[in-house]
Structure formats: C-alpha cells, structure tokens
C-alpha cells in the first residue's frame, strides 16, 4: 500500500499516534521486485558495454543459517545476470587469512563486490576483518572506513539491511522528517547505520539496547519503531503507542523451524502499520545488496539517505 503519507492524515487515513488504526502491513516483496527488475536492466545495459559485475562471497563458517542465507545471494545475483561465487574459507580459518583473502579479492579488476558473511570463527570479529575490503567494493559495508564515510555523507554503500529500512519507509509513503524514531539494537549492521541514515532524512533518533532503563517507556513515546535485537517477540502492544509505525527486522528461527521476528504479532492491533515477517525488510536487503553490485560494477559507491543535515 505505497503512496501513504505519515504526515497529515498519515497512514490509509490515519493520524499517526491518534486512536484510529489503519492496520497497513509494510510489505516488501513488491518494492524487492521493482529494485530486481530494475538491476536486471542495468546488468544488461554493462553488459553490452563490456563490463558484467561479478560479486565474491567470502564465509569461514558451517552455520546452516549463513549458509542459506549465502545461497539465496548468490541465486539473485545469478536470477539478474551478476556473476556470483563463494570463497569458502572454514569454520577454523585463522583472522589473519580472512584479511589476506579480503585483501587480495579487492585488489582483483575483475571482482566488483565483495560481501563478508557472517558468522565468523570464535575470535575474530568484523571490524577487525572486514578493513580489508576496499570501501568502492564493500557492497554491505562492513569495513569500519564505510561507516565512517556514511555518517560524513561521503561516497560509500550502507549496511544492506539498514538501506533496506529506509527504502521500505520510502516505498509506503512514510515521512519521517521531524518524527521521533526508536530503533531497539545497535549493531554495527543495523541499528547505528540506520540510525545515521535516519537522521539524514531529519528524524529524531533514540538508539535503545540490552540495557536502556524503561525499554517500553522509550518505545512507547516513538512515532516510528525499529525493532532490530534478534529476539523473538521481544517488542509487545506494550511497547507501541497507538497509531505508531512498526518496522520488524528480526529473522528469528523458531522451534518449528519457521521464522518470527522480533515484534509480536499483536502488536498490528495497535500500530497503524507493521512490517511482515517473512516478506518485509528481508527481500528489499537482498534486492539492495544486488543494486549496490551494480553501482560497484560502475565505480559508484553512492551514499544512501539523501544528503545529510548540518544542524
């Protein structure tokens, strides 16, 4: 339902934080589409200019999960015409070969992006790792100097899941502007590069986490909620105000083997709007990652959230 505003009349004719709920669900399949069909045109385009981006996966983990999670990168890259492959390194690979192999990956001409999977070996952590990846290839920016750059305003590729949150907010019509947003989590993949990109589209920002004081308190008073913890349910009708709107970012692996994310699924009984789970943000990351293989094919590391305010 994409065209909805958040000001004014906000959300299918609801007031945002008023008592009348529109029961939106922020959908992404359609947006995730839009961004594919589009990349698969763009492919075609470097194509027959010569160039065809070709994207390297680097994992050093049997994790079942990432291992999924990498298969279904590598088949929509291969679904749109982006060369696709995976460096497997081991479960046990050593810090200091993850760097080598970063390393010699962004030195390669013909490798337009290099995505890092996760997670890694007992000891070694992404910072530490991922510095290696020159920032015009870091397709879901992972170096540290990416982030750097993205909160400068400076050319490089945000965090794909983070980007995918915005770009869901935009694809339904949600104005953040001079809104207060709660985003619960602050990982280096989501929540503090979300944040940054919120604040360029001029929101207010909270950043909670494991041990903010009152979390349902902070929640409560959001015009806009991200939920991006990792644990299932975590954020209840308690924790939303009426009217607010809900983004879910959680991907969590129930008993069942289903997913759930980390909104309870009552909480639509009191928010104007809340992202599905599956079928929200997950599809509109991966369709995000392929968009930035393409901008790294043609040496643009853009950065994403608009341009940044000074004030």
Do not use: K
């Not at 981006?53 to 994992?59: A, I, K, L």
């Not at 983990?61 to 929509?76: C, E, F, L």
């Not at 986490?209 to 929640?219: A, E, F, I, M």
């Not at 994310?261 to 599809?283: C, E, H, I, K, Y």
């Amino acid at each position: 339902m994409s065209g909805a505003e958040l000001s004014g009349t906000g959300l299918g004719g609801t007031e945002l934080g008023g008592t009348e709920l529109g029961g939106t669900e922020l959908g992404g399949t359609e947006l995730a589409a839009g961004l594919r069909a589009r990349v698969a045109e763009r492919v075609t385009a470097l194509a027959a200019a010569g160039c065809r981006p070709r994207v390297v996966v680097v994992t050093a983990t049997d994790d079942p999960a990432g291992a999924w999670y990498v298969d279904s990168v590598v088949r929509a890259c291969t679904r749109v015409g982006i060369d696709a492959e995976v460096t497997a390194l081991g479960a046990d690979a050593a810090a200091d070969r993850i760097r080598a192999t970063l390393a010699e990956l962004s030195a390669a001409p013909d490798v337009s992006g290099i995505i890092l999977a996760t997670p890694l070996p007992p000891g070694v952590t992404v910072p530490d790792v991922a510095e290696c990846i020159a920032v015009g290839t870091d397709l879901d920016g992972a170096n540290p100097l990416s982030l750097g750059r993205l909160v400068a305003g400076l050319p490089a590729f945000a965090p794909a899941t983070a980007e995918a949150v915005v770009r869901l907010l935009d694809h339904h019509g949600i104005d953040v502007r001079g809104r207060e947003v709660v985003v619960v989590g602050r990982s280096l993949v989501v929540g503090r590069p979300l944040a940054h990109l919120l604040l360029r589209r001029d929101a207010t920002v909270t950043i909670a986490h494991s041990v903010t004081r009152d979390l349902p308190g902070v929640t409560a008073r959001a015009d806009v909620v991200v939920a991006a913890v990792g644990r299932a349910g975590l954020i209840g009708p308690g924790h939303v105000q009426r009217g607010a709107v809900v983004v879910d970012v959680g991907t969590n692996v129930t008993a069942g083997g289903t997913l759930a994310g980390d909104v309870d699924p009552a909480v639509a009984q009191v928010a104007a709007a809340l992202s599905p789970v599956p079928g929200g943000v997950g599809p509109v990351t991966t369709a995000v990652l392929l968009e930035h293989a393409v901008e790294a094919a043609r040496g643009l590391a853009v950065p994403a959230g608009g341009p940044a305010g000074q004030e």
